[in-house]
Each structure stands twice: as structure tokens, then as C-alpha cells.
């Protein structure tokens, strides 16, 4: 707790001369494993450096496997110092970038996964011959008893097993839509739907938003005016605002919708994550709505299939041509494992741990970033952060690169009007709670200072 480096004993960043000096002192037996540092903060008033210096520096650190730090307890000297290459050091320390849900650690729930696994295999052969499009029988007993979770009971013949949300997504934009053809979504909207929509020549036009999403308003405004072929929609959660769409909102628009005879395109990839559940467009306006509901965000991103309910069994003939002719089929090996776990239990328990280990990481960000800084959902995998002045979303990006810090700017997300100077910080994924703390950190501080301050330089 008493230890302060000399920096003018080093010519190098003095982000990097804090990480030598500690492997100085390791070596030479003036820090000893188990010694606890100073708190960063303290540190940065000790030796007059800005605290963003002392972050850096902590982070080259236990980069070097020098330190650790724990959550609530402080960062400790870890081990003595190790010769690293180039690249080994210039790895991320956190990257914030990908909207991932929580991975899973505690053995019990990998053991139920594996047994899924050892489950599917035992019928290894057939699960690698071709099938039958939109999944056997038992794969969409299997949809239907997921999708029933969100009020949904649609018929076998409305229901198909797809590879994945993104294929969904792309099949029905481009039975709906033609070349040059309208298609309307948030302002702000999730960007998967924008490159869909430049793959296929289709137009994107954003609707204005308010605190509970898409205005009626501007829905029927625009219906007025371009003559759209479908709304596309993230209403739960939305990605990247976090916002969710209200229930009387959502009658609201499906209301606009029917009167216009606009089939919505409802992407409920975060639907099944909130423990209080809002009816879905499809339970809404079920003659109208395409309902995608990926296994990403709530199982695992890796996990590449996607329940698609369509508005009438016919509507879906040509959908189910769209995507047999770009995908043939949905992997039998993944869909097969996605129906076992559903079946024995196993995506419930994983659920029930995306939602608490994102709820804790919810509440870090809380404890950690300043009041006011961002908006999120308890139960949302990133924040969305409005920058203060002078800070602009590019400077800001830039600055998080220098550590590592993966964080991603409005652009990619923007369809009309000029981007906010806002950025998405996501906080699921691989990263511990100890690295989304550390990351955190450092953000936060930087959203209290201007940017001539943040330098890290001599």
C-alpha cells in the first residue's frame, strides 16, 4: 500500500515505466506475491500523474501476469515478472465490442452441457444426414415449447427451424422487399438488419424514437410517405439502446401496422432474457408478424439456429424457397443439441445464469461508471453511453484502442440523421467480471475528464 515508483527512472510512457518499475521491484524483493498495491486513484495523487496513466499502467501489468486484481478487494502483486514476446503484451484487455451474453463457468451447469452433447452424439450418423427443411418433428416440438414461453402457440405449420437469425432475417427482408424498396426500423437500429438490407439493394428508412421506442406517429408518417413493404423491429431490449418497447406501444403500432396492411418483422433476440414478460408482436398482431427468435443472445452465440414463426402457412411457402436456396438446411448436429437441451432443462438453467451473472455485471457498471453516464436494462449485455462534451464518439473510441478496450461507435448503428456522440459498451461475453471492473474503471474516469487530460504521454 506504500509503494511509489520513481518514473524518472524511466524514458518510456509512464504507463509502461509503472509496469517495470513493478517488475523492478518484484525481482529485486521490494514487492513480494501476496503484497496488495495501492488503489490506482491513490496511486495517481502520490506520484502527481493523472489516474488514467495508473490505470494503463496496472493493465500493462497484469498483462505481464505481474498483478491481479479482485473485485472489492484490490489488486495484488501475482507472480515475478516473465519474459513476454511483442505479442503476447499487446494483447486486448477487455474487449467491449461484441453483444455476447455471459459464457458459463460453474461446473455443474458445463457438466449438464456436456451431457447434451454425449446425448446427441449417440446418434451421431444420422444427425449427419441431410434433413428435412425447418427441423423434424421432435426439433419443433422442441421450438414450440420455447416459443410458448413468450405467450407464442402457433401451429407446427407456422413454425421452422432456421440456421440462425441472420438467415431468418435475410430470407424474410427478401421475400418481402425487392431491390429498391423501402423497409422501415429504429432510428437507431440493430446493424445486422443494415447490411441485410445492402446485401438485398433494399432502403432503410429510420423512424424517430422516444423513451418507448418507435413513435405511432412517425410509423404512419412514413407509411404515408414511402409506401414501406415491412417495419423491422428489436422491440425487447433493444440492441443497441437497450430500450424495450412498452406493451400499449406495441398495441399502438401494431394498430398503425394492420391499417396500413404492414407486415412487421419482429427480431426477438432478447425476448426470453427479462424475467417480466411484455407480449410479443407476434401474440399481438400474429397475421401480420414474422417472429425471429434466435438461440444467440439466450443459449449461446455459437449456438447458430433460430425458431421463425410466420404470419400463415402460406405466407411462408416462399420464405421456406428463399432459405433452402441459401442454406439448404439448419444443421441437424446444432438444432439436435438445441432440442435436447431445451428438452432435459439445460437452456433453462443456462438462462437463469445469463440472467444473473448479467444482472451482477449490470450492477458493477452501476457502482463504477459515473451517475447519469449511460442507459441500460438490468438485464442487458451492454450500456449505452451518451458522451459529455468535449468528447467526441471517434476520440473516444481511439483513446479506449490505446488499452485495449474494445467499444464501439453510434455510426454502425445509425440509418437517418447525424450520429449521436454516443458509443456501445458491452459487458457480456468471455471477460470476467474482474476485466469488465478494470475496463470500467478506466471508462468512467474518462467520461469525468476532458480529453487533453486522458493523455498517458510525457
Not at 316 to 329: C, D, I, K, Q
Not at 417 to 439: F, H, K, L, M, Y
Amino acid at each position: 500500500m506504500t509503494w511509489s515508483p520513481d518514473l524518472s527512472l524511466s524514458d518510456k510512457p509512464r504507463y509502461l515505466a509503472i509496469a517495470d518499475l513493478i517488475a523492478a521491484d518484484i525481482r529485486s524483493g521490494r514487492l513480494a506475491v501476496g503484497d496488495r498495491l495501492p488503489p490506482q486513484r491513490a496511486l495517481a495523487k502520490r506520484i502527481r500523474v493523472d489516474f488514467t496513466t495508473v490505470a494503463r499502467g496496472y493493465v500493462e501489468a497484469q498483462k505481464r501476469g505481474l498483478i491481479a486484481s479482485r473485485v472489492g478487494q484490490g489488486t495484488f502483486v501475482a507472480g515475478a515478472p516473465k519474459t513476454t514476446s511483442l505479442r503476447a503484451s499487446a494483447r486486448l484487455s477487455a474487449d467491449l465490442s461484441m453483444n455476447l451474453p455471459p459464457e458459463p463457468s460453474d461446473p455443474e451447469l458445463l457438466d449438464l452441457m456436456r451431457a447434451g452433447v454425449t446425448e446427441v452424439s449417440r446418434d451421431i450418423v444420422a444427425r449427419l444426414r441431410y434433413q428435412g427443411f425447418g427441423g423434424s418433428p421432435a426439433d419443433k416440438d422442441a421450438a414450440s415449447a420455447w416459443l410458448g414461453r413468450r405467450a407464442l402457440v402457433p401451429t407446427q405449420d407456422r413454425v421452422f427451424v432456421t440456421p440462425g437469425a441472420h438467415a431468418a432475417l435475410l430470407g424474410i427482408v427478401g421475400i418481402l422487399a425487392k431491390p429498391g424498396d423501402v423497409v422501415l426500423c429504429e432510428r437507431v437500429t440493430y446493424p445486422g438488419i443494415r447490411a441485410i438490407a445492402a446485401q438485398l439493394g433494399v432502403r432503410l428508412i429510420g423512424l424517430e424514437m422516444d423513451a418507448d421506442g418507435v413513435t405511432p406517429d412517425a410509423l404512419g408518417e412514413a407509411c404515408e410517405r414511402f409506401r414501406p413493404k415491412a417495419v423491422y423491429l428489436n422491440p425487447t431490449l433493444q440492441n443497441p439502446t437497450t430500450l424495450t418497447i412498452s406493451e400499449p406501444r406495441r398495441a399502438a403500432l401494431a394498430a398503425v401496422a394492420r391499417a396500413y396492411e404492414l407486415p412487421i418483422v419482429e427480431d426477438d433476440a432478447y425476448g426470453f432474457i427479462p424475467t417480466r414478460k411484455i407480449s410479443p408482436f407476434a401474440a399481438i398482431a400474429p397475421d401480420l408478424t414474422w417472429h425471429v427468435a434466435g438461440l444467440a443472445k439466450c443459449i449461446g452465440a455459437g449456438l447458430r439456429a433460430a425458431y421463425m414463426v410466420a404470419p400463415s402457412a402460406r405466407a411462408a411457402w416462399p420464405f421456406v424457397a428463399a432459405l433452402r436456396a441459401a442454406n439448404v438446411m439448419a444443421s441437424p448436429l446444432t438444432v439436435s443439441l438445441a432440442t435436447v437441451w431445451i428438452e432435459d432443462g439445460t437452456a433453462d438453467a443456462i438462462l437463469r445464469f445469463i440472467r444473473a451473472e448479467t444482472a451482477a455485471r449490470q450492477k458493477l457498471a452501476a457502482e463504477i461508471l459515473p451517475r447519469g453516464s449511460f442507459v441500460s436494462d438490468p438485464l442487458s449485455f451492454n450500456l449505452w453511453i451518451n458522451l459529455p462534451a468535449p468528447w467526441t464518439r471517434s476520440s473516444f473510441v481511439g483513446h479506449m484502442r490505446e488499452t485495449g478496450i474494445g467499444v464501439v461507435a453510434s455510426d454502425v448503428f445509425t440509418v437517418d440523421g447525424a450520429p449521436a456522440e454516443a458509443v456501445r459498451v458491452c459487458i457480456g461475453g468471455p471477460s470476467t467480471r474482474t476485466e469488465i471492473a478494470g475496463a470500467l474503471d478506466f471508462i468512467g474516469h474518462a467520461l469525468e475528464e476532458p480529453p487533453e487530460l486522458t493523455s498517458s504521454y510525457i
